[in-house]
């Protein structure tokens, strides 16, 4: 009797010290991440200035019907919907076959893992102040073209005309993220057992066969990953079209939502429209989100 | 017969996809090497066409210029040690924050622990975009604007660090941790030596996931910081592009110095950056 009082004695001590070693992280979600969300949901009901001190003003839907009809609005859905579709199917495609690629080969497998994954490592504020200049006029994105096109002096407008612009951004982003993705292919491919390729080979199989009937499907689920993890990292995109903007490029063509998001809020002091706009972006990350948890649920192959 | 000809094709193909990586290799890497040779010439050779590749002179000057900024003042160095001591910072708090609540998650059995365990890995749904300007507001309220609070506290834990830790304690032997309290240990002294000290490479790869989003962070600090002294190194990057007297050499100099310490870190920590980028998929090294 004793012993087993003093058991559950020892058992509720130690559920108190559970619990107690979780109140930091209860305090610090509810601070930094539930607080400001329920904040942006309900500020966007409100008319809102960041300077001013009378109190906001509640105008309902306002804000949401006034986005509707906003041409900004729209400008930047178009400007991010064309940025994340530009960037995340060509990113997942070539990623994949270069780690297919890689993978096929016995050796350079970690150098050329390497090679692509460096520019991950330069913060993107460093990656698009490089772009910049090589999208100079003088620079060496026309002397590359020109080369290969063979349209000597040309000057494409890479920051000037819309369409350059934006193709521009999708580059840069590109560019830095096309290794990181490589490399989780890699890791996917390597987890297939090297038995099923080799009965495979031994069953007469060649290589494309191999790919398309085993290496594809059994990456499936990988694939949907990096598709999903694309596509948000490319939503919430900032840094490259910041810095072009500020070093002279048009607004128009890459306004994507989070700069106008934070243009709304700080140039405009408009907080109550940044946070409707805040909330359409939370409510897609969200769907995204949750697509990601199912998928890497399911992701647990049985070989 | 047929055999020797599809040996033919698997070598050409094979032929083929050496040349494929090597050349995507290569047009990888010419922008950073663009960016170190730019660093070392004057603006007009890098301007100038076609691009020489090669510095005809080690022009150390721009180096210079981008330390000491265009209005002498050096601020760069102080902007530098800043982005150290946000990131470091920030680092050892989320390990040590994700790890013992991680910890607690893991480890006890109590009421509500599933529910503590979901809201926090709900939060994982809320884009960091969706929120700055409520925190931006909170952090203003708190008197927090150009400092190092601003910088560094809201960003303190992760719910992808709690849900890493606790996925590696899960399987951290119960043995070592009964055999302490056994032992007489506290509570909060078994977490510290014990726990710690045996989870090392969950806490290696959390800490250099945080060390490089702070590194990179721009969108958070144009918020909360004015003035230049409290500058971390992207906006004094921004900053620097924009003014009129930065020579094209100058701003690569300053780009290559923002970009050595990622650099070391990678080289003595290549399996943590990788394995960084694997934990999302649940991939096994």
């Given at each position: 009797m004793i012993f087993i009082k003093k058991k559950t004695g020892i058992e509720k001590k130690k559920a108190r010290w559970g619990f107690i070693f979780?109140?930091?992280?209860?305090?610090?979600?509810?601070?930094?991440?539930?607080?400001?969300?329920?904040?942006?949901?309900?500020?966007?009901?409100?008319?809102?200035?960041?300077?001013?001190?009378?109190?906001?003003?509640?105008i309902g839907l306002g804000n949401y019907k006034y986005l509707i009809h906003s041409e900004s609005?729209?400008?930047?859905?178009?400007?991010?919907?064309?940025?994340?579709?530009?960037?995340?199917?060509?990113?997942?495609?070539?990623?994949?076959?270069?780690?297919?690629?890689i993978s096929s080969r016995k050796r350079f497998?970690?150098?050329?893992?390497?090679?692509?994954?460096?520019?991950?490592?330069?913060?993107?504020?460093?990656?698009?102040?490089?772009?910049?200049?090589?999208?100079?006029?003088?620079?060496l994105a026309n002397q590359f073209l020109n080369f290969i096109l063979n349209t000597p002096g040309k000057d494409y407008k890479w920051l000037t005309s819309s369409g350059m612009l934006r193709l521009a951004t999708i580059?840069?982003?590109?560019?830095?993220?096309?290794?990181?993705?490589?490399?989780?292919?890699?890791?996917?491919?390597?987890?297939?057992?090297?038995?099923?390729?080799?009965?495979?080979?031994?069953?007469g199989a060649n290589r494309w066969q191999v790919f398309s009937r085993i290496t594809l499907p059994l990456i499936k689920p990988t694939t949907l990953l990096v598709s999903v993890m694309a596509m948000t990292q490319c939503l919430k995109t900032f840094s490259t079209q910041?810095?072009?903007?500020?070093?002279?490029?048009?607004?128009?063509?890459?306004?994507v939502i989070t700069l106008n998001i934070y243009n709304t809020a700080i140039r405009d002091h408009q907080i109550g429209r940044a946070s409707a706009m805040s909330i359409i972006l939370f409510v897609i990350i969200m769907v995204l989100t949750l697509i990601q948890f199912r998928v890497s649920k399911a992701e647990e192959v049985q070989y | 017969m047929p055999k020797q000809k599809s040996y033919f094709f698997s070598t050409v193909a094979d032929i083929l996809i050496w040349i494929f990586l090597t050349v995507f290799a290569i047009i990888v890497l010419v922008p950073l090497v663009f960016m170190f040779t730019a660093s070392f010439m004057p603006a007009k050779d890098i301007m100038s066409i076609p691009y020489p590749w090669i510095p005809k002179t080690f022009y150390i000057k721009n180096y210079w210029q981008a330390l000491r900024g265009n209005d002498g003042s050096f601020i760069y160095v102080r902007n530098i040690l800043n982005s150290f001591l946000v990131a470091s910072v920030t680092s050892i708090g989320t390990i040590l924050l994700c790890s013992i609540t991680g910890y607690g998650l893991a480890k006890f059995q109590y009421k509500g622990r599933n529910f503590i365990l979901m809201m926090i890995l709900s939060t994982m749904m809320i884009p960091f975009e969706a929120i700055m300007i409520p925190l931006y507001l909170i952090v203003t309220?708190?008197?927090?604007?150009d400092t190092y609070w601003a910088l560094i506290v809201p960003f303190l834990m992760s719910a992808f660090g709690v849900f890493l830790m606790r996925q590696f304690l899960l399987t951290f032997p119960d043995?070592?941790?009964?055999?302490?309290?056994?032992?007489?240990?506290?509570?909060?002294?078994?977490?510290?030596?014990?726990?710690?000290?045996?989870?090392?490479?969950?806490?290696?790869?959390?800490?250099?996931?945080?060390?490089?989003?702070?590194?990179?962070?721009?969108?958070?600090?144009?918020?909360?910081?004015?003035?230049?002294?409290?500058k971390t190194i992207p906006l004094y990057i921004v900053q620097f592009a924009e003014e009129k007297f930065t020579n094209e050499g100058a701003l690569m100099a300053a780009a290559v110095i923002a970009s050595i310490?990622?650099?070391?870190?990678?080289?003595s920590l290549t399996k943590y950056f990788i394995g960084g980028s694997n934990v999302y998929t649940g991939g096994k090294e």
């Open positions: 979780t109140i930091p992280a209860i305090i610090f979600f509810s601070v930094f991440s539930f607080y400001p969300i329920i904040n942006a949901f309900i500020t966007s009901f409100y008319k809102k200035d960041l300077l001013s001190l009378s109190k906001p003003k509640f609005f729209w400008n930047s859905v178009k400007a991010t919907t064309i940025f994340t579709v530009g960037t995340f199917i060509p990113l997942v495609i070539i990623s994949l076959i270069l780690a297919v690629f497998q970690k150098f050329f893992q390497m090679s692509y994954y460096s520019p991950a490592l330069l913060s993107s504020v460093v990656a698009a102040t490089i772009w910049l200049l090589m999208f100079d006029p003088r620079g580059i840069v982003y590109f560019w830095k993220y096309i290794g990181y993705f490589t490399v989780i292919f890699v890791t996917g491919i390597a987890s297939i057992p090297q038995s099923i390729n080799e009965a495979a080979r031994i069953d910041y810095l072009f903007t500020q070093s002279g490029a048009p607004l128009k063509p890459i306004d | 309220n708190l008197g927090w604007q043995e070592l941790i009964d055999a302490a309290r056994i032992d007489g240990a506290s509570e909060i002294g078994i977490f510290f030596r014990v726990v710690l000290p045996n989870s090392v490479p969950p806490m290696a790869t959390l800490a250099i996931l945080t060390f490089r989003s702070q590194w990179d962070s721009l969108l958070w600090p144009l918020l909360v910081i004015q003035s230049p002294k409290m310490p990622m650099l070391i870190l990678f080289l």
